[in-house]
């Protein structure tokens, strides 16, 4: 079975600038998970979807960050501009699940990791 | 709202046990395990959905306690391979708490 598909692996962008980031879950899951994980830090949760209607977002900073998921099976996270303070991996996870409840296990994808200078 | 666990961090001999806690302020329906190693991705150990409920990788077991709103993960009798940042991840049960949260995450570094 694929596992979770992210891309890029690695970007490095100058503050003010925007950056795009690219998952593609495991085949059949209906649930896609988008966290930031900043250095030593547990990852946070920025949206969730449940095929492609958003279940949560509110810790994503909506006036620079937006993410979509067409037809609920990949998704797109932008940032736009980019902030230092944005420096993080960002990782990607997908869960089976499809009813209200976190019943399931989430599979995570490598990350991106970003830096922003 | 994040999990809160404890603690920190924590250094072990290889042999010993270690638990570490993960609690949280809001009515749980599930409570999930991960470990993440350095550079990786985090990898799933286990999912508790009931009160009362435990379960167990390897070594590696954990409790769910509904009422108190609180999971423990056990080490026993730890190996080199355990070591990594563990991730309690929560589910919530109120209308407004249906996403996967993770708490801050405890190091646990087994020695030889």
């Known amino acids: 079975e694929a596992g979770v598909a992210q891309s890029p692996r690695y970007k490095i962008i100058e503050k003010r600038q925007s950056v795009a980031f690219w998952c593609n879950p495991i085949?059949?899951?209906?649930?896609l998970y988008w966290y930031q994980q900043i250095l030593g830090q547990g990852p946070k949760l920025l949206i969730q979807?449940?095929?492609?209607?958003?279940?949560?977002d509110s810790q994503l900073p909506k006036d620079r960050f937006s993410a979509e998921r067409l037809k609920g099976v990949d998704s797109t996270l932008k940032i736009q501009p980019a902030k230092l303070e944005d420096s993080a991996v960002y990782l990607c996870?997908?869960?089976?699940?499809?009813?209200?409840?976190?019943?399931?296990?989430?599979?995570f994808g490598q990350g991106t990791r970003l830096t922003v200078v | 709202q994040q999990p809160v666990q404890s603690p920190q961090a924590v250094i072990l001999r290889e042999g010993e046990d270690a638990v570490i806690n993960c609690s949280s302020s809001?009515?749980?329906?599930?409570v999930h395990w991960y470990r993440q190693k350095h550079g990786e991705a985090p990898v799933f150990l286990m999912i508790?959905?009931?009160?009362?409920e435990q379960k167990g990788h390897e070594k590696i077991s954990a409790s769910f306690n509904e009422k108190k709103q609180q999971s423990s993960l056990y080490l026993t009798a730890s190996q080199l391979s355990y070591s990594g940042t563990y991730f309690c991840?929560?589910?919530?049960?109120?209308?407004?708490?249906?996403?996967?949260?993770f708490g801050a995450g405890t190091t646990v570094t087994v020695r030889a």
């Open positions: 809001k009515a749980l329906y599930s």
């Open positions: 991840g929560t589910g919530g049960r109120g209308e407004d708490d249906y996403k996967l949260s």
């Open positions: 085949s059949g899951h209906a649930t």
């Open positions: 508790l959905l009931k009160g009362g």
């Open positions: 996870a997908s869960s089976l699940g499809q009813g209200a409840y976190m019943n399931t296990e989430a599979f």
């Open positions: 979807f449940q095929n492609n209607g958003v279940v949560d």
